[in-house]
């Protein structure tokens, strides 16, 4: 499957939730804590290809993703592999004695939307509020304008690359994005 999806920064919460309804947005899974761990393996396989093999954990089910390199596009536009696994520590206790280990870390409270063919995630992150849309190029556009943001205005680096560059910026010493450390 091919994900397409763009990132908006937002001010706060309630402001990122209040636009997300007004744009006609539905509700469709409440405010959870998510804790995402990448992995590789000591060779950096992944990273050589500009791949990514991540578990995100939270309560009630947990997500092993394969992502593959970003491809040229004014979105975010990759192969992305995706399954529900029960239990996500256990996964990664798995992947960790087959010889993966997690690089990098980062926590994030989620809530999500739909809206025609997108998905829409308000993101409240240790760097600040992020609303994540994903679906058709023509569905992204639509929403991003609904909510007041135009092609100038979309993020396409992972949270990664985000929090490495707050990390620099404000000089932290943190190597993940933890809500206790950024």
């Known amino acids: 499957m091919i994900e397409r999806e ?9 402001e990122a939730r209040a636009a997300i309804v ?3 947005a539905t509700p469709i899974r409440g405010r959870r804590f ?3 761990c990448l992995l590789d393996a000591a060779d950096e396989p992944l990273h050589h290809r500009r ?11 947990s997500l092993l993703t394969f992502k593959g390199p970003v491809q040229p596009s004014p979105m975010k536009l990759r192969e992305e592999i995706e399954t529900v696994v029960g239990d996500g520590d256990a996964l990664l206790h798995l992947f960790e004695e087959l010889g993966f280990q997690v690089w990098f870390r980062y926590q994030k ?3 999500e939307f739909a809206h025609a063919d997108v998905l829409i995630a308000l993101d409240e992150t240790p760097i600040g509020t992020f609303v994540e849309i994903e679906g058709s190029e023509q569905g992204i556009t639509q929403m991003a304008q609904a909510l007041g943001y135009g092609a100038a205005d979309y993020i396409v680096d992972s949270y990664r ?4 560059r707050h990390r620099e910026k404000h000089k932290l010493a943190a190597t993940d994005m933890l809500f206790d450390e950024a």
């Open 6 to 14: 763009i990132k908006l920064r937002f001010a706060d919460p309630a």
């Open 22 to 24: 007004k744009a006609g």
């Open 34 to 36: 998510q804790e995402d």
């Open 51 to 61: 791949c990514v093999l991540r578990i995100r954990i939270e309560q009630g089910k």
């Open 109 to 111: 409270y989620r809530e």
């Open 161 to 164: 690359t985000l929090f490495c």
